[in-house]
Structures are given as C-alpha cells and as structure tokens.
C-alpha cells in the first residue's frame, strides 16, 4: 500500500508562491508516474502536473505553464510542486497520487485522468485571495 503525504498548502495573495511537497518515502515499490491534482469545490478533480520516475520528462495542464513546476528529489522519495504567480482560480485542494505500473505518458488513460491513480494522498489546501 502507497502511503503519500501532502505538506506545503496555506493562503496567499494572488501573484504570491507556494511550494507542495507530497513525502512518498515509506513506500519502496516503483512509482512510475507521480502527479499532482487539484479539486475545487463544487468542480471536479484535475490533474495539474506529472512526472517519470527518473526523468526530467514533465507534463502540465495548460491554465498552469510557465506557472508551476514538479520535481521530485534524487531519490524520489519526495515530489513537489513549485507554484509561482498564484491566482484565485488556483485555490483548492491538492493532491499527489501515484501510478505504479505505467509511465505517465503511457497507458491507456491520460495522464490527466484522477482513475489512472490508485494511490493518492489525503491532501493540502490551498487558498489564494485576490
């Protein structure tokens, strides 16, 4: 069973920055897609940003490019999310899930897809004001 937990949410002004982290270390099976997701209230989960295991290979949603940065530590025991130039519509809750069978460009579901994780973390909030 993957254990993941997510750390880093709180409030901030828009324009402001916040870094998640989502501690994945008591886990030691392969983790060969990791992401991030958000869910606002009232909408639907989506999925914010991915990562390989052992690459530099990353994907984002759109409305976040040039925003948001994943990376994970060399021992891929920790994955974050670098999020800069915050905006209101960024505001939920944020949540690190993980793929142990397929890469995150890989599979029969996108990357993108909340039902391609079977392991997720509890969550962190975030709030952003304007």
């Known amino acids: 069973q993957v254990q993941l937990l997510e750390s880093g949410g709180g409030s901030v002004q828009a324009g402001g920055s916040l870094r998640l982290s989502c501690d994945a270390s008591r886990y030691t099976r392969n983790r060969y897609c990791m992401g991030w997701f958000r869910q606002a209230a009232g909408k639907e989960r989506e999925g914010v940003a991915a990562?390989?295991?052992?690459?530099?290979?990353?994907f984002y949603v759109d409305s976040v490019k040039g925003r948001f940065t994943i990376s994970q530590d060399n021992a891929e025991n920790t994955l974050y999310l670098q999020m800069n130039s915050l905006k209101p519509e960024d505001t939920g809750m944020y949540y690190c899930?993980?793929?142990?069978?397929?890469?995150?460009?890989?599979?029969?579901?996108?990357?993108?897809?909340?039902?391609?994780?079977?392991?997720w973390g509890q969550g962190t909030q975030v709030t952003v004001s304007s």
């Open positions: 899930a993980a793929d142990l069978l397929f890469y995150c460009n890989a599979g029969v579901k996108g990357w993108w897809n909340p039902s391609r994780f079977p392991h």
């Open positions: 990562i390989n295991r052992g690459s530099d290979t990353t």
